[in-house]
């Protein structure tokens, strides 16, 4: 009777094309779903792979070759450091793949075909220094990075007014390991991305295997503008304004909060970035003016959306003291506004009276629902001045009415607890003049 012999299954004797395949499936898969990445605190989130499987490239010296050299052409993966700036402010939105942020992870992995690093000029290490910052992305995961990078913001420090522009430092260094792999095609396809999303970064230097023609017309693209057309720009700011008017009225607080966040902060790229000296030289001072405008406005409409929350929440809550603070400080920004668009611009806009109205409206606002009771009399000066300024608002006229009484509740107030102070010093006095009395009365007796 024979006996079954199982015959012992070899991997590496199935054709190189079938391997290929289980390497694509095993170690090229990775799931669509993004998860939170935990080490950040920026708007970074996770690639995960769909198998865990990369101990397949432990089982032996030739399967690891195989499968690292596919992987690596097939991912495609890319190393981005970023020095001398955190990254809390370097992306618009949330939502933005990465495979990893862990800087141990990032430095030994050597597969790359490709290394992009951001600086600040000039960067040197101070008394507080900023660690490098390091991401491993996939290529097919590059155009959303791209697009949802944010590279003026993470100058607004370097640029203090709209005089001084500095732009980011970038450079692209393609892996001369994989030189061969470097058709024309393929390099192409990995500076796509860059090419047709990055902007207003003339410093880019590409090195490596790279066709020079290439890396000329990329540099080329990256260097233009991102703003061009002063209407187009203030269109673009105008057009957030506007649907967060609309989400406003419709009771979408949040939404319309973001619909402003996101204009103010296009506002502040373009007016810190390379553009803003071509856009000040085409749009001229009405340009300049409107700008400004655009800057009063918005950082108004933030004051209002954080007072919405103070008025529901409690008295003398967290959130009330947070939201006010940061509502001041919006409006100090109004204050603001004028001297310095005319001082770094050449603005001429000055706030009109209404607008006036409406910024001091909402300073008495913000510190009658702190409950400051020693503002109170700065609230009064303010909500009058904003009635003077806007009589026929009768957002200010209700409000004045709310201030005068708080103010009063508070006046009231306070001669309560006044009275009773001398009561109880007039009742101590009259006390011991009684036992002062019994005692001389004791005495005659």
């Not at 998860?35 to 089982?59: D, F, G, H, I």
């Not at 673009?236 to 967060?244: A, L, N, S």
């Not at 400004?292 to 959306?305: R, V």
Request: with cysteine.
């Amino acid at each position: 009777m024979t006996t079954f012999q199982p015959i012992p299954f070899r991997f590496l004797d199935l054709p190189a094309e079938i391997r290929n395949n289980i390497y694509d499936l095993l170690l090229c898969s990775w799931n669509d779903e993004l998860e939170v990445e935990p080490s950040s605190v920026s708007k970074l989130s996770r690639r995960c792979p769909s198998y865990p499987a990369s101990a397949l490239l432990r089982t032996n010296k030739q399967i690891h070759n195989e499968a690292f050299d596919y992987t690596t052409k097939r991912n495609q993966f890319i190393r981005i450091t970023c020095q001398g700036f955190g990254i809390r402010d370097l992306f618009l939105d949330d939502g933005v793949p990465v495979i990893t942020t862990d800087v141990q992870k990032v430095g030994r992995f050597n597969g790359y075909v490709m290394h992009m690093t951001l600086s600040k000029p000039f960067f040197t290490p101070g008394p507080i220094a900023v660690s490098d910052f390091e991401m491993m992305v996939l290529r097919a995961d590059l155009p959303t990075l791209c697009e949802k990078l944010d590279v003026e913001s993470v100058m607004t420090d370097a640029n203090a007014t709209t005089s001084e522009h500095i732009s980011i430092n970038a450079s692209i260094t393609f892996n001369y390991a994989y030189a061969r792999f470097f058709t024309p095609k393929i390099q192409g396809h990995l500076l796509q991305p860059i090419a047709t999303l990055l902007r207003g970064m003339p410093h880019l230097r590409i090195t490596g295997p790279i066709d020079a023609t290439l890396a000329k017309i990329v540099i080329d693209e990256v260097a233009k503008p991102r703003w061009t057309d002063p209407e187009a720009t203030l269109g673009e700011i105008h057009t957030g304004v506007d649907v967060g008017k609309r989400q406003w009225q419709q009771k979408n607080y949040y939404t319309a909060s973001e619909s402003w966040n996101y204009a103010m902060r296009t506002l502040e790229r373009m007016r810190h970035s390379s553009s803003w000296l071509g856009l000040q030289k085409s749009g001229g001072v009405d340009f300049v003016n409107e700008t400004a405008d655009l800057y009063f406005t918005l950082n108004l409409l933030s004051a209002a959306f954080l007072q919405v929350d103070m008025a529901s929440a409690e008295p003398d809550s967290a959130l009330v003291r947070r939201n006010g603070s940061v509502s001041m400080y919006h409006l100090r920004k109004c204050e603001l506004a004028s001297a310095r668009f005319a001082q770094h611009a050449g603005a001429t806009w000055l706030p009109s009276n209404q607008q006036q109205g409406k910024m001091m409206y909402r300073q008495a606002k913000c510190l009658r629902l702190m409950r400051d009771s020693a503002s109170r009399v700065k609230a009064v000066s303010l909500i009058e001045q904003a009635a003077t300024l806007a009589p026929n608002d009768m957002a200010i006229r209700d409000e004045k009415d709310a201030v005068l009484a708080w103010n009063a509740d508070i006046e009231e107030s306070l001669r309560a607890v006044e009275e009773q102070q001398m009561a109880s010093e007039t009742g101590v006095s009259s006390s011991v003049w009684s036992y002062l009395w019994n005692a001389v009365s004791e005495l005659a007796s």
